[in-house]
């Protein structure tokens, strides 16, 4: 539905008299993604690496170097060919960190107005504008207060206040940037869950800008991760949790546990690797190295299994001695310290080992991947 070709854009970074120095903050770097009919697409990433700026540039609130933006079959922007539509006209519903609902008019009306200043020729009957903000309201839940001043809402409240002021406009594509941000955290986690509800029930398209790794694998159908300017890696949230395509991937999307290792063989499909405390067998791998390639373990702690002695079977056992642990509510993390390395486990939170007790640890080797080296 939505097409983002080579995307660039870069800034001037310079400030005051040294404005066009020559200093360049290349905030977007040849992005490329696709966004299917009904998904809710994220792009994930820590701060400055790009996300409001491929939004803002898909909303035609800024003015890209290079490459192509396609809605529906139809160019919003396109370099080469000189066409950038104006952000009115590209009639997409946009919902922005700092929501700014009119706090001198009722809900309904905040509702109503995107639809009241639309130029006559295309504004709906009243009849129908009442009918299409009663709809909305009732999706959001507000119906209850729409005669109510829009600053008698509270922080949830408002947020689907200006969620409901975008969706009247029965937009092609929502964009929506850290919409949950202002609230607390736990308002945040229900809205997340509401959110998702909403855009399911109306089958909305909608991109969604978050650096909250947990937010993103709740809500999104998929996920691109953004890096420097850059895209990491689309996938699925599972896809992207449990087969990161590089070791930023595998940092920012929870933790993990890299292993440096030189691949002894390489057959079928599993993988053994010589790292300098033995030797690991990986089943968990897309990608297929050459034997004396230099390869990068990710074991995530939660995928190691802690005992008193070794696993029958085990094909992957490390002994080692507990250095911490750290008690986290529904879980406890350990450091184990095994040789020359430290490894995090994380285990249920009936698992408490003392600090100072030998331990084996093994990990399904199916659950074992490989990212690229550095
Ligand atoms: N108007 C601007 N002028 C100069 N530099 C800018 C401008 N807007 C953004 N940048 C820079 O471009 C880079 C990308 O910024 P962007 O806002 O897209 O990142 P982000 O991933 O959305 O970050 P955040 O999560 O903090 O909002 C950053 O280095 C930022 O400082």
Not at 141 to 152: G, M, Q
Not at 181 to 207: H, V
């Amino acid at each position: 539905m939505l097409i983002v070709d080579d995307l660039v854009k870069s800034y001037d970074g310079a400030s005051g008299r040294k404005r066009g120095a020559g200093a360049r903050v290349h905030a977007v770097g040849g992005a490329s993604f696709e966004v299917h009919t009904g998904e809710l697409f994220t792009l994930l990433g820590p701060s400055g690496c790009g996300k409001t700026t491929t939004l803002r540039s898909i909303a035609g609130l800024e003015r890209p170097d290079r490459g192509r933006i396609v809605l529906s079959g139809r160019p919003l922007f396109d370099a080469a060919a000189g066409v950038n539509l104006p952000a009115n006209r590209r009639e997409l519903g946009m919902v922005f960190q700092s929501y700014a609902i009119w706090p001198h008019m009722s809900v309904f009306k905040n509702v109503s107005f995107p639809l009241d200043v639309l130029p006559r020729k295309r504004r709906p009957a009243r009849r129908e504008i009442a009918e299409r903000v009663e709809r909305v309201l009732e999706v959001t839940e507000l119906s209850d207060y729409a005669a109510r001043p829009a600053t008698k809402l509270s922080g949830g409240q408002q947020q689907r206040l200006a969620l409901a002021r975008a969706l009247v406009i029965q937009p092609d594509l929502m964009l929506l940037d850290e919409p949950l941000s202002n609230l607390d955290a736990k308002l945040r986690e229900n809205m997340r869950f509401e959110l998702k509800r909403l855009q399911r029930e109306l089958g909305l398209t909608a991109i969604y800008v978050t650096h909250d790794q947990s937010e993103a694998l709740v809500m999104s159908s998929r996920i691109a991760v953004m890096h420097k300017g850059n895209i990491e890696q689309v996938g699925k949230p599972r896809e992207i949790y449990t087969n990161p395509a590089s070791k930023f991937v595998a940092e920012f999307i929870g933790t993990s546990n890299f292993v440096k290792g030189v691949v002894a063989s390489a057959e079928g499909g599993e993988i053994t690797v010589d790292t300098i405390e033995g030797r690991v067998v990986c089943r968990g791998a897309t990608a297929a190295p050459a034997a004396g390639e230099d390869v990068l373990l990710s074991i995530r702690p939660e995928c190691l299994v802690l005992s008193g002695s070794p696993s029958p079977g085990a094909v992957n056992d490390w002994s080692g001695q507990v250095r911490t642990r750290a008690f986290l509510g529904d879980a406890v993390d350990h450091v184990v310290e095994v040789g020359k390395m430290e490894i995090r486990v994380r285990c249920n939170p009936t698992q408490s080992i003392e600090p100072g007790t030998r331990v084996h640890l093994s990990v399904d080797p199916a659950k074992v991947t490989l990212v690229p080296v550095g």
